[in-house]
C-alpha cells in the first residue's frame, strides 16, 4: 500500500538533466539528479515516456513499445537508474500507452500493407462515418477519428493525432502483446505503470466509445495478471471522466490502484480567483468513496494542457477569461500553461494550493520545475511551453546542458520573471526562506502524517464559502485543515484547541487565517 502515502513527481526526461552534453536530457540524467529528489522529499519517479517515437506527440507516439530512445541512453541505463531509485527506498513508475502506438510501429507497418495478415491489429473502415458519436479531442489539430490510408486502401481509427493509430482491442492477440509490454516493464523493475489513455480501448456503434465495459473488463484481466505475477506493482489510471466514470476505473478494487482525480483539478483554481471554496465542497461531494485498497491521485499541473474537457461551459469560459487571456495560452480544451504563471508568480497562493493539495484524500502528483516555481513559453509548439529544460543554476545551459543553448530541443524559458538566472535549484537551495525549501518542509511534514494518505475524509462546514475546512482523521489521529481562499483575513472558530502541525503554534478558541493561507490542525497532545 505504499502508493498511498507516497509523492509522486513527474520527469519530462528529455527536459531534465543532459549528461552527455548534446542538448537532449537523457536517463542517466535524472539518475545524476537523484539525490537531488531525495533531498526534496519525493518517493516515487513517473517517467514520461522514453520509448523510440517520431515525436509527435512527446513521446505518447511509440515505434517501439520495449525499446528506449536512442538520444535518452539504453535498456541498461533505465536498469541502473531503477537500482539506483531503489537504493534509495524510492521507486518509479513508468507509462504504458497502449490505446495507440505511432503510425511508425512495425504494427502498424505490418497492418497496413495489401492482405496482411495482422490487419487486423488496428481498426480500420471503408467510410469515415462508423462511431460518430465519438469526439474529437484534439480539437485544434483533428477534425475526424478517422485518417484515409492509401496504402491500405482503408480509413483507420485513431482518437489522438493522426499519426496515432489506435489498436484494435477486439483481436485477442493484441491484448496478449499488451500484456507482454506490461509484463516487460515490470520484469525491468518499475514499481508500476501508468496506462495512458485508458477510456478509449475500444469502440462501439451508437456509444461515445469511452468507458465501454470492454475497457473495464481488459483492466480488470490486466490487473489479475498483474496481481498473479507480481509483488507490490500498481496500475494507475489516466481517465479525464467526470467522478463516477474516473470511480468506474477502481473496479471493486480489481482495476487500478490508482487514478487522477480529474474532477477536483480546475475547481482549485476556480476558488482562488472566485475568493470561494464551494467548487471545490462540490467536486469533493460529487466523488463517490473508492475501494479502501486504491487511491487518487492529485494534481495541480502536469505535462499537458491544464484540462478543461470535463467542466461545464459556464465554468470553462470562467477559466479562460481567468486564466488565458491570450488565445494563445489555449491549448485543445485547456490551458497550456505552468503552475506559477498561472497563479501571476503569487507565492500565497502557491502556498495555499500546495496545502490543500497535499492534505486531500489522495497522493500528490507534483510535476517538476514546478518546486522551483518554473516559467512557461505557450508560444512553443503544442505543449512544449510547459516541457521547457528543468533550471538547475542561472549559468548559461541552465545547469541543464553544457551544449549551446541554441541546440536544445525546446528553449529555456526567456522571460525575465522566471529566465534560469532569476528561478533556479541552486540559489533556491543556498535561500531557507525560497519557494523550493518552502515545498520541501511542507513534503517532509505530510510525510510525517500517514493519515492524509489513508485517513478518513469528512467535509466540515465553516459557515462561510471563502474557507475550505475538512478532517482527515483515523484510529491514533485527528487533523482539521483550514483553507482561506478570501484575500482577506479570516477567524475560525475551533471546538477545543488544536496545534498548528507545522509551525507548533497553539489555537486555543479559534485560528486566525491571513488572507489565502491554510493551517493544518491537530489534537493538542
Ligand atoms: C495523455 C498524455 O498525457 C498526453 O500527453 C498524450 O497526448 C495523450 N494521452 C495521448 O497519448
Sequence with gaps: MWFQTATFYEISIHAFYDSTGDGIGDIPGVTAKLDYLEWLGVDCLWLLPFYPSPMVDGGYDVSDLTGVREEFGTLDDVKELLTEIHARGMRAIADVIVNHTSDQHPWFQAARRPGSATRDWYVWSDASDRYADSRVIFIDTQDSNWEWDETAGAYYWHRFYAEQPDLNFDNPDVREAVKDVVRFWLDIGFDGLRLDAIPYLYEREGTISENLPE???????????????????????????????????????????????????????????????????????????????????????????????????????????????????????????????????????????????????????????????????????????????????????????????????????????????????????????????????????????????????????????????????????????????????????????????????????????????????????
Design 215 to 525: 475497457t473495464h473488463a481488459f483492466i480488470k484481466e490486466l490487473r489479475a495478471m498483474v496481481d498473479a505475477e507480481y509483488r507490490d506493482r500498481i496500475m494507475l489510471a489516466e481517465a479525464n471522466q467526470p467522478p463516477p466514470d474516473v470511480v468506474a476505473y477502481f473496479g471493486d478494487g480489481d482495476e487500478c490502484h490508482m487514478a487522477y482525480h480529474f474532477p477536483v483539478m480546475p475547481t482549485l483554481y476556480m476558488a482562488l480567483k472566485r475568493e470561494d471554496a464551494s467548487d471545490i465542497v462540490k467536486a469533493l461531494e460529487a466523488t463517490p468513496a473508492i475501494p479502501p485498497n486504491c487511491q487518487w491521485g492529485v494534481f495541480l499541473r502536469n505535462h499537458d494542457e491544464l484540462t478543461l474537457e470535463m467542466v461545464t461551459d459556464e465554468d470553462r469560459a470562467y477559466m479562460y477569461q481567468e486564466y488565458a487571456p491570450d488565445p494563445a495560452m489555449k491549448k485543445n480544451v485547456g490551458i497550456r500553461r505552468r503552475l506559477m504563471p498561472l497563479l501571476g508568480n503569487d507565492r500565497s497562493w502557491f502556498e495555499l494550493l500546495h496545502g490543500v493539495l497535499l492534505s486531500l484524500p489522495g497522493s500528490p502528483f507534483l510535476y517538476y520545475g514546478d518546486e522551483i516555481g518554473m516559467g512557461d513559453n505557450y508560444l512553443l509548439n503544442d505543449r512544449d511551453g510547459v516541457r521547457t529544460p528543468m533550471q538547475w543554476s542561472g549559468n548559461p545551459g541552465a545547469g541543464f546542458s553544457t551544449a549551446d543553448p541554441s541546440r536544445f530541443s525546446v528553449p529555456l524559458i526567456a522571460d525575465p520573471a522566471y529566465e534560469p538566472g532569476k528561478v533556479n535549484v541552486a540559489d533556491q537551495q543556498a535561500s531557507r526562506s525560497s519557494l523550493l525549501n518552502w515545498v520541501r518542509s511542507l513534503l517532509a511534514v505530510r510525510r510525517s502524517l500517514p493519515v492524509f494518505g489513508t485517513g478518513s475524509f469528512e467535509l466540515v462546514d465553516l459557515g462561510d464559502p471563502a474557507v475550505l475546512g475538512y478532517r482527515r482523521f483515523d484510529r491514533q489521529t485527528d487533523t482539521l485543515v483550514v483553507a482561506n481562499f478570501s484575500s482577506s483575513p479570516r477567524s475560525v472558530e475551533l471546538e477545543h484547541p488544536m496545534v498548528d502541525l507545522w509551525s507548533g503554534r497553539l489555537w486555543n478558541d479559534a485560528v486566525e487565517l491571513p488572507g489565502c493561507e491554510f493551517a493544518w490542525l491537530g489534537m493538542v497532545p
